[in-house]
């Protein structure tokens, strides 16, 4: 029995990716997305976020995407295989990713939304160290961090930037965020924390006008910010598909004996 029966292909724009895309052509009655039950994405990790958000811009419940390695960066992403899909589609095994939604005010007053599925960092933009005050849920937590930036990961984001950032890998289904800091100045010791998501967390940029600072939400940024806030959107939760000797748990618990 077919699980999936109405198919979209979207393939990232490099050379590779698009011949992947017209070796896959034949296989399938194609459809388009707005039309599919389950979306298959050839690319790397980048356009993965990429197909992501462009499903999370709709504001319509999202279908399943089932990623092929066609990139660099993979850990979103299956083995790529021209034959097959049809049972790997029938045995895939289903992850649920909630994503960030990050309310951001610039110097200018005006205000942005934005999603992030992996992360929000805010960074410095000059050479002059970035001055944060960092609150959750409402309690200042710490009135003075002088750092290079921080960063908000989730369980799926925490293998990625985060990671680099020498923040802790998230087990998915946790429960948990990592608030990790970017070459920390002062406090000079600090690591980061370990929260629950269900936490909100408030960041208030000290002498902006002195010390500009970026957020970057994914691949998403707005320049000279005073403030944000960051918290899980469990209204638009995505569905990501793998097949079951390369799923996504497994990949990111064996991430941690990698040396």
Not at 139 to 158: F, K, N, Y
Not at 237 to 255: G, K, Q, Y
Request: charge should be neutral; hydrophobic fraction near 40%; proline fraction near 5%.
């Amino acid at each position: 029995m077919t699980r999936y029966a109405r198919r979209a292909l979207l393939a990232s724009p490099t050379a590779t990716a698009q011949s992947a895309a017209r070796d896959l052509a034949d296989s399938c009655d194609w459809v388009q997305p707005e039309e599919a039950d389950v979306i298959i994405a050839l690319g790397g990790d980048g356009y993965m976020l990429q197909v992501l958000h462009r499903m999370l811009d709709r504001r319509k419940p999202a279908v399943p995407v089932f990623g092929m390695n066609i990139g660099t960066v993979v850990f979103l992403m299956n083995e790529w295989r021209q034959h097959g899909i049809e049972d790997r589609l029938n045995r895939a095994k289903p992850f649920q990713v909630t994503p960030l939604m990050t309310t951001i005010t610039g110097a200018d007053g005006r205000v942005h939304q934005m999603s992030a599925i992996n992360e929000v960092s805010l960074l410095r933009e000059t050479r002059q160290t970035a001055k944060l005050e960092i609150t959750v849920n409402e309690r200042i937590v710490m009135a003075e961090l002088a750092c290079d930036g921080v960063l908000v990961a989730t369980p799926a984001g925490s293998t990625a930037y985060n990671l680099s950032a020498q923040g802790p890998i998230l087990p998915l289904g946790s429960g948990l965020l990592a608030l990790t800091p970017i070459s920390p100045f002062r406090p000079r010791r600090w690591r980061g924390a370990i929260l629950t998501d269900k936490a909100r967390i408030c960041m208030r940029v000290l002498d902006h006008g002195k010390r500009p600072v970026s957020a970057v939400a994914d691949q998403h940024e707005v320049r000279e910010i005073t403030e944000l806030s960051i918290g899980m959107d469990r209204s638009r939760e995505l569905t990501l598909l793998f097949d079951p000797e390369h799923a996504l748990d497994d990949r990111i618990t064996m991430e941690q004996f990698i040396a």
